[in-house]
């Protein structure tokens, strides 16, 4: 298990699905988490919990991160709950609005846009300056494979994963030299509350398209960032690693 103690993490996102498995994988590596999230105050407690069962502790700090302003405020208080340092950037938060292009509407298009991307955006220039401080920190950033293959129904996910990755690779090769590495992990479909709607044939289609016969779990995505965030990736960077049971390459 990567060894994370004495890190300090922030994770966007961390209420549901991947965000919180992944607090809780890197809260068992022993680093201390900040919980943030949206709207759903209840998930993030429950999230809170899991990461102190993990035997780490936890700080929930609420804040959409497509705001300027929150996006700011909460990378501050991550600073402050980790005694004025932050190591590690976990940019999760993300929403779908599925919808076929010729009936995507703007709003649709924007929503998601703002928040899977800008926001990683917002946050990641806000955790910049620290972390150049310090002269270490990891960034991961979540991806998709409908960013790397696309995805019939998701132009607006498609766009907005493929942005992450050119971000991503972007943000390696500006903060190198600070000792800042940026990667991204692309996950195939993973059952949560965001994949909930998907329908059941559709499921059943995607499911013959994976090699290994099965879909991917929360944890299994977890364990990929908490491998790319930890010191044994301290020479990967501007990398996406995708964790989709050979999906993509089938």
Do not use: C, H
Request: glycine residues 10%; aromatic residues 4%; charged residues 20%.
């Amino acid at each position: 298990m990567a060894r994370l103690e004495g890190k300090t993490a922030l994770i966007t996102g961390a209420g549901r699905g991947i965000g919180r498995a992944t607090a809780i994988r890197l809260a068992a590596g022993g680093a201390r988490i900040a919980i943030n999230y949206k709207g759903n105050t209840a998930a993030a407690e429950e999230t809170k919990r899991a990461v102190e069962a993990a035997g780490s502790e936890g700080a929930l700090i609420q804040g959409d991160v497509s705001v300027d302003a929150d996006a700011d405020r909460v990378v501050k208080e991550a600073l402050a709950f980790g005694g004025g340092k932050l190591d590690i950037l976990v940019n999760n938060a993300g929403i779908t609005r599925d919808n076929l292009l010729l009936r995507m509407s703007a709003e649709e298009w924007d929503a998601v846009l703002d928040l899977n991307l800008r926001g990683a955006f917002l946050v990641t220039k806000a955790a910049m300056r620290p972390m150049m401080k310090q002269r270490a920190g990891r960034i991961v950033n979540v991806s998709s494979i409908a960013g790397v293959m696309g995805n019939a129904g998701q132009a607006n996910y498609s766009a907005a994963k493929a942005g992450l990755i050119a971000f991503t690779k972007t943000v390696a090769r500006e903060m190198a030299s600070r000792n800042i590495t940026a990667n991204a992990v692309a996950p195939g479909f993973v059952p949560t509350d965001l994949t909930s709607i998907v329908p059941q044939d559709v499921q059943d289609a995607m499911l013959k398209q994976i090699p290994l016969g099965r879909f991917g779990t929360a944890l299994d995505v977890a364990n990929a960032i908490a491998f790319l965030a930890s010191d044994e990736a301290s020479y990967i960077t501007g990398q996406v690693l995708i964790v989709d049971g050979g999906m993509v390459t089938a």
